[in-house]
């Protein structure tokens, strides 16, 4: 049994690390093909020796293959180089823009589990009555519309028309609500359909019936018997929906103004900034990778026969 999970554990590991591999090296190519950044520094009248210079300077000139192993070997010791458009160090760049994001992400992932959980156990509990078509029309907005518009839309309602919320920028908690909202909706649509899919098998499950008839109250029957049976896809989606929002919160924050990471990965690449670029995507998969790791202690904690 410990041998079996131990090779679980080990080759779950060598999967993760795989897959930061082949994001840590797609980040690498992707920033040699955007361009020469050296003509976004200098400007397009900068004569050929002071490019020549520059490229040499950030060690341009070299083969890619030297390039490639400097990175994979900063990238293990934590040096994720400097910016060239900002002037600073990569990490410190990231560890400012975090607090943003993450309060964006925070907002976002509580309003999507909050009510994406009560819309999906209403629907699996009422199945056919106007509560699960309502539950279904509303994930299924989620899901097709959208963010950048819907976050338009609700600013030019709330911010411009009604002039109840700011339309953009940081600052108080009146600052968030319209980002949060925005960014919840698609998380919100995944969570409430896959809790309703996950709540009716588990109602349909023999041990049900045996609870109701030992005259268990319908409250401790859903919450205490179903839910708790149709938690693990239910914990899986809301984590990886945090990893999807930590890394894909570009347009929202493009459309809210919101100083994250999502508008210093834009930024940077505007700039040509590869080195900046190369270091969202690295915290990026390494989140991504901690977050797997994450679903998997969960499932073994929330489901013994996993282990």
């Known amino acids: 049994m410990r041998t079996t ?17 082949i994001a840590l090296s797609l980040a690498f190519a992707l920033g040699r093909l955007s361009g020469d950044p050296t003509s976004s520094i200098l400007g ?3 004569p050929p020796a002071q490019h020549e210079a520059l490229r040499h300077e950030l060690g341009l000139d070299r083969p890619v293959l030297v390039q490639y192993f400097d990175y994979l070997k900063g990238t293990l010791t934590g040096d994720f180089g400097q ?9 410190s760049l990231i560890l400012d823009r975090l607090p943003y994001t993450l309060q964006l992400v925070g907002g976002g992932m509580a309003l999507a589990v909050l009510i994406g959980v009560l819309l999906g156990v209403l629907a699996a509990t009422r199945e056919g009555t106007w509560w699960d078509r309502a539950a279904s029309i509303l994930a299924l907005l989620g899901q097709s519309v959208p963010v950048f518009w819907m976050g338009m839309m ?3 309602l709330f911010a411009v028309k009604l002039g109840w919320l700011p339309a953009g920028q940081s600052g108080s908690l009146r600052h968030l609500i319209l980002p949060a909202i925005t960014m919840s909706l698609y998380p919100m649509a995944q969570i409430a359909r896959l809790t309703r899919a996950s709540m009716s098998e588990s109602l349909a499950e023999p041990f049900i019936d045996s609870a109701r ?6 409250a ?5 018997h179903v839910f708790k049976n149709a938690m693990m ?9 945090t990893g999807t929002l930590l890394s894909g919160a570009v347009a929202v924050e493009y459309v809210y103004s919101w100083p994250g990471l999502g508008q210093l990965a834009l930024q940077a690449v505007q700039f040509r900034d590869f080195p900046l670029v190369q270091a969202i995507v690295v915290f990026g998969a390494l989140v991504f990778v901690f977050l797997n790791l994450l679903v998997d202690v969960l499932h073994a ?3 013994p026969r996993v282990r």
């Open 83 to 91: 910016s060239l458009k900002f002037y600073q160090s990569n990490t």
């Open 233 to 241: 896809p239910i914990l899986t989606i809301v984590v990886l929906q």
């Open 220 to 224: 401790r029957v859903v919450w205490r």
């Open 5 to 21: 999970t131990l090779r679980r554990v080990g080759s779950r590991l060598f999967a993760l690390l795989a897959s930061l591999l």
């Open 154 to 156: 609700l600013v030019v």
């Open 301 to 303: 904690i929330v489901d």
């Open 44 to 46: 397009p009248m900068a």
């Open 213 to 218: 008839a030992r005259g268990l109250s319908r």
